[in-house]
T-cell receptor, first 113, second 113 residues
């Protein structure tokens, strides 16, 4: 198993759809993250979970709803998104939130029509 | 808002050439990381620098942290097509209570054979 696995790799959805992105890490880490990567913008931190509790929410619209049922799994539930939400959504994990290295998944490319 | 500026944004060179990319901020970093992101993949950590003036080498890549810990550079010697990708710097700022990584906008490098 690779370190951090994201599914689906590609997703196309209409503005009224409900979908979810899934992330699973096999590294034994205790912190997981959602980042948004848009063209011409820096990576934006969306949510951070440490020991399954949310510790950071960078003013993300409520149409994005994270869920962390255990330390190995992280979901991003999507509802009534806008076309400007189209981006690459990257999941990452680390051992502790104050330590160095983030391990990223390959990302889920989302297109909102 | 604490920003990291990376330059240049885009760089296209021939195989065998040398190049340097830069990461700058007006604030002091407690630590700084460089990641490389290849097309269709998530970012992968290359190096972490912590001490002002520190120099680290990774094969043909040389990373330098500024004496004042406000800037960093990445120098690639004799670039190869396999070096193609997006180079991201990410810093933790000394006075950031959340201690989360802030990413720069990246330098997109293309090395032509």
């Amino acid at each position: 198993e690779t370190g951090v696995t994201q599914t689906p790799r590609h997703l196309v959805m209409g503005m009224t759809n409900k979908k979810s992105l899934k992330c699973e890490q096999h590294l034994g880490h205790n912190a997981m993250y959602w980042y948004k990567q848009s063209a011409k913008k820096p990576l934006e931190l969306m949510f951070v979970y440490s020991l399954e509790e949310r510790v950071e929410n960078n003013s993300v619209p409520s149409r994005f709803s994270p869920e962390c049922p255990n330390s190995s799994h992280l979901f991003l539930h999507l509802h009534t998104l806008q076309p400007e939400d189209s981006a690459l959504y990257l999941c990452a994990s680390s051992q502790g939130i104050n330590t160095g290295e983030l391990f990223f998944g390959e990302g889920s490319r989302l297109t909102v029509l | 808002t604490q920003l990291l500026e990376q330059s240049p944004q885009f760089l296209s060179i021939q195989e065998g050439e040398n190049l340097t990319v830069y990461c700058n901020s007006s604030s002091v970093f407690s630590s700084l990381q460089w990641y490389r992101q290849e097309p269709g993949e998530g970012p992968v950590l290359l190096v972490t620098v912590v001490t002002g003036g520190e120099v680290k080498k990774l094969k043909r890549l040389t990373f330098q942290f500024g004496d004042a810990r406000k800037d960093s550079s990445l120098h690639i010697t004799a670039a190869q097509p396999g070096d193609t990708g997006l180079y991201l710097c990410a810093g933790k700022f000394r006075h950031n209570a959340g201690n989360m990584l802030t990413f720069g906008g990246g330098t997109r490098l293309m090395v032509k054979p």
